[in-house]
């Protein structure tokens, strides 16, 4: 697929600008009600969030890094790669999702969470991920590679930033149903 890279960052950024909404909306509402489960298999809304929160410590990290050290020119198309597309196509929410198992180191079931550090670490998260998706206007979303959490593989930059995002979506959509 090949996507014109301003409408794939504005569109990036308005996923973004939604979840920090989000979690604005959440701060109103009561840690116990945030901390509540279905069951005791499923996560709480606020472990939702913490497992975006652990993911965030790596990618941002990662994004921040290759950027900074690319002098790679911008192009004004993002051709994405295979995998990375269908990684990042896998992320976004539908009717019939497919649960996926997540790595331990990134599983916050069972933990004792408080809505103020979550919440706030979340948000901090997705601002820098605002900033990231400013930066990256100015770099070559197809011919940088990123690392990502599965070993030896790295993705394009546009498809780990449209992997991260839908990935942030899916579980900001779980954590809206579990209101």
Same mark, same amino acid.
């Given at each position: 697929m090949v996507f014109n890279v301003d409408e794939l960052l504005t569109e990036l950024k308005k996923y973004t600008n939604?979840?920090?909404?989000?979690?604005?909306?959440?701060?109103?509402?009561?840690?116990?009600?945030?901390q509540k489960k279905v069951?005791?298999?499923?996560?709480?809304?606020?472990?939702?969030?913490?497992?975006?929160?652990?993911?965030a410590e790596f990618y941002n990290r990662e994004i921040k890094q290759r950027i900074q050290s690319s002098n790679l020119p911008s192009v004004d198309s993002f051709k994405?790669?295979?995998?990375?597309?269908? $990684?990042a196509l896998d992320m976004l929410p539908s009717e019939k999702m497919k649960t996926m198992k997540t790595f331990k180191s990134k599983n916050p079931?069972?933990?004792?969470?408080?809505?103020?550090?979550?919440?706030?670490? $979340?948000?901090?998260?997705?601002?820098?991920l605002l900033v990231l998706l400013e930066l990256v206007k100015d770099k070559n979303l197809t011919k940088i590679k990123t690392s990502i959490t599965l070993p030896l593989l790295k993705f394009r930059l546009g498809d780990t930033l449209r992997f991260v995002i839908y990935h942030n979506e899916r579980h900001v959509v779980q954590a809206k149903k579990l209101m």
């Open positions: 939604n979840h920090i909404e989000f979690a604005h909306f959440l701060e109103s509402k009561p840690e116990i009600e945030l069951n005791d298999t499923s996560w709480s809304i606020l472990e939702c969030l913490e497992h975006l929160n652990l993911y994405s790669g295979f995998l990375g597309n269908k $990684f079931i069972h933990s004792k969470l408080k809505k103020i550090n979550v919440l706030s670490n $979340f948000i901090k998260n997705q601002k820098e």
